[in-house]
């Protein structure tokens, strides 16, 4: 790591990247990736180093991406045993539980490899092996790190399923890549309550007949029901075994995760992220972009069940030697000074959130804030969504004190890592809501309808032109709807999904997804998922749903709902059907808003016009386009007039 003198305060030449050294950099990156990518995978400590870089294709009869090979390392010996040497008694892991009266935890590098080591060991025992499957799901725990690590030190591919699914949508990724195992806890204290992990996974594995065996860790010590045999309890296994496991010797592209995320259209997709690429490119982005220097106290709010948990809380920060806070809970809990406090506590001078917690934390006022000292921060972070610049002012106000620098960073399940931001040294007027320029080796592109690339100031889609190495490579199982989902629509080009404008200094404002993926808090939801867990429920014969703007989530789900013919619309089914689907994906998948709909707008050839759904949501009745290609007009006066108020 260079530039290890920069201090808090961050004075601009201790930053890694200045103006003058982003733009050789990245024209580097950009006219020879091959010497660029070669240079920068040396980051790593591989077993056997590569000789080939870059081998990759967006050409849709051919979609292909390979980064370095021919190399072989592991990552789990990256991201703890290069760093025995030099910094085994120093914090890894700083844990944060949900409860401020119980005492947080550090783990030092040497733990981190015992305690890794010991679950590698007992998934041995449990019969995974290298290329099995394994799903975690987990609250946020230090084990829950502990068990990424023990699967990319044997080899086997882990799943995470964010502990707030619910049992069907767990069960449908434990069949979805086939898992042998799955790693859980006995229940997930979040907020003040507890969600029951290990019967939600009995309950995922009710039908199952393929004895998929769990080991749990024991969080709070409350009662679960057992399934003998197949179940085994964390703490008594970890005796059996030896806290020393030799790490696998894995190809760069063997497979190291899999996380289902929502699309348009279907199940969600398996994304599947492979070894060496994904690895260089987590450390090297955490790294440049959070300014990351030794002895900072490095924070990202995420949770291990997505994608930001995966590259900006485990890989990217431990591939760096870096100290990661795991925190267990939420910020408004038990007030709404909860995520100052553990600043202050642990004086992180990284700090990385998303939009919907600055908004609900914006919504108490500034009294939580000036509660805390806050002069340990130096950076701060934003991904998951836009911000608006009301909540990136009130974050720079509030937080950083006005000399924070602000990361507000884009990038994608599919990405592995940040792909657009502003690096801290390279930001000279902050411009908010902009997440301004590519990171080194990204080739932005903003498209018309037609594919066409767009010059200068304009707006469209956003589309990479170019791979980077921490792009996913397949999807699980389904290689064909890798290539339909991404390299179809535009041919040539990876396909973001999400909207952009590029000002005229060539900075780049992202607009939102132009699919039918709506974005809850931060959180991917393919409008298709809850329909069909709507229309599963009997009384439902057809429904619709669009998101619309809401204050604090980003967008809010918005149902519209056809109920079969006879079954009256009372207050009590519109509950029951919020429950309903509640429980069929999970809380995040709750409805805002459900709209009784006696007919919803369609084609004459029978498709649903969601734009005109769109619009009546936002009450936005003058612009509703043209409704004379609809079988039947007279359906729109009808939802105006029901317009539900939010
Ligand atoms: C990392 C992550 C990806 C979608 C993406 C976009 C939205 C993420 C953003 C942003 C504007 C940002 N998104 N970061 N929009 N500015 N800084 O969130 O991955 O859960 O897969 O969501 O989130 O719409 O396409 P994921």
């Known amino acids: 790591m260079s530039d290890a003198n920069a201090t808090a305060g961050a004075k601009k030449a201790g930053f890694h990247i200045d103006q003058a050294k982003y733009e050789r950099m990245y024209a580097d990156s950009i006219s020879n990736p091959e010497a660029f990518w070669g240079e920068h995978g040396k980051r790593l400590d591989w077993i056997k180093p590569y000789t ?15 980064w370095f090979e021919d190399g072989t390392l592991n990552v789990s010996a990256n991201c703890i045993d290069r760093h025995l040497a030099t910094r085994g008694d120093q914090t890894a892991i700083i844990w944060e539980a949900d409860d401020p009266n119980e005492t947080p935890q550090h783990i030092s590098y040497k733990e981190l490899h015992a305690q890794t080591c010991k679950m590698a060991n007992v998934l041995k ?15 946020m725990i230090p084990e829950a790190a502990y068990a990424m690590l023990a699967c990319a030190r044997i080899g086997a591919i882990h799943s995470i399923v964010f502990a707030g699914f619910s049992p069907d949508a767990l069960g449908a990724r434990i069949n979805g890549c086939d898992a042998k195992v799955v790693i859980t806890a006995d229940h997930a204290p979040r907020g003040g309550r507890k969600t029951k992990l290990k019967d939600n996974v009995n309950q995922a594995l009710l039908h199952d007949t393929s004895d998929v ?33 030799p790490p696998e ?37 955490h790294e440049y972009i959070f300014d990351y220097h030794e002895g900072d106290i490095y924070w990202c709010t995420a949770d291990v069940g997505w994608v930001t948990g995966h590259s900006y809380i485990v890989y990217g920060p431990l591939a760096n030697g870096a100290t990661t806070l795991m925190f267990e809970g939420v910020p408004t809990y038990p007030d709404a000074g909860r995520f100052w406090q553990v600043c202050e506590r642990h004086k992180v001078t990284q700090f990385y959130t998303a939009p919907t917690a600055i908004r609900a934390l914006m919504g108490k006022g500034t009294g939580p804030v000036e509660g805390s000292d806050l002069s340990s921060l130096r950076i701060l972070g934003s991904v998951g969504e836009p911000i608006n610049p009301e909540a990136w002012n009130w974050y720079n106000e509030n937080v950083g004190k006005g000399k924070c620098p602000i990361v507000d960073t884009w990038w994608q399940t599919e990405t592995g890592g940040i792909l657009i931001t502003p690096l801290p040294g390279v930001i000279d007027t902050p411009k908010p809501g902009s997440a301004t320029k590519p990171f080194f080796g990204v080739k932005p592109v903003v498209l018309d309808d037609q594919g066409n690339e767009l010059d200068g100031e304009t707006s469209g889609v956003l589309a990479l032109k170019d791979s980077w190495p921490g792009q996913m490579r397949t999807v699980w199982g389904d290689h064909s709807r890798f290539v339909s989902t991404y390299f179809e629509m535009f041919k040539g080009y990876y396909f973001s999904g999400d909207g952009c404008r590029r000002d005229a200094d060539g900075d ?28 599963a429920h009997a ?3 057809e429904a619709a749903v669009v998101g619309y703007p809401h204050d604090i989530k980003g967008q809010g789900i918005y149902c519209y709902v056809t109920l079969m013919d006879g079954v009256e619309a009372t207050e009590a089914l519109r509950t029951e059907l919020g429950n309903w689907v509640r429980q069929e994906i999970g809380p995040i998948a709750k409805p805002d808003v459900i709209q009784w709909a006696p007919g919803l707008p369609k084609t004459r050839s029978g ?38 108020k939010a």
């Open 508 to 535: 780049y404002w992202i607009t939102g997804r132009v699919d039918d993926v709506i974005n809850v808090s931060g959180h991917r939801m393919g409008t298709a998922e809850v329909e069909s867990a709507l229309v």
């Open 607 to 644: 498709k649903i016009m969601r734009r005109i759904l769109r619009k009546i949501a936002e009450n936005d009745f003058d612009s509703l386009g043209d409704t004379s290609t609809l079988a039947d007009p007279s359906v729109v006066d009808e939802l105006i007039a029901n317009r539900t």
């Open 52 to 66: 080939k870089v870059k081998n990759t294709s967006f050409a849709y009869d051919n979609v292909s991406i390979k």
């Open 125 to 139: 025992a449990m019969g995974v092996g290298k290329g099995d499957r394994v799903v975690i799901y987990m609250p």
């Open 249 to 285: 010797e894995m190809n760069a592209e063997d497979p190291l995760f899999i996380l289902y995320t929502s699309g348009s259209t279907g199940m969600p997709k398996g994304v599947v992220h492979t070894t060496g690429g994904y690895l260089t490119y987590a450390s090297m982005t």
């Open 539 to 541: 009384t439902v014969s």
């Open 213 to 245: 065996k769990c080991l749990v860790v024991q969080r709070t010590g409350d009662q679960v029901a057992w399934r003998r045999d197949l179940d085994f309890w964390w703490h008594e296994e970890a005796e059996k075994v030896s806290a020393d496991c």
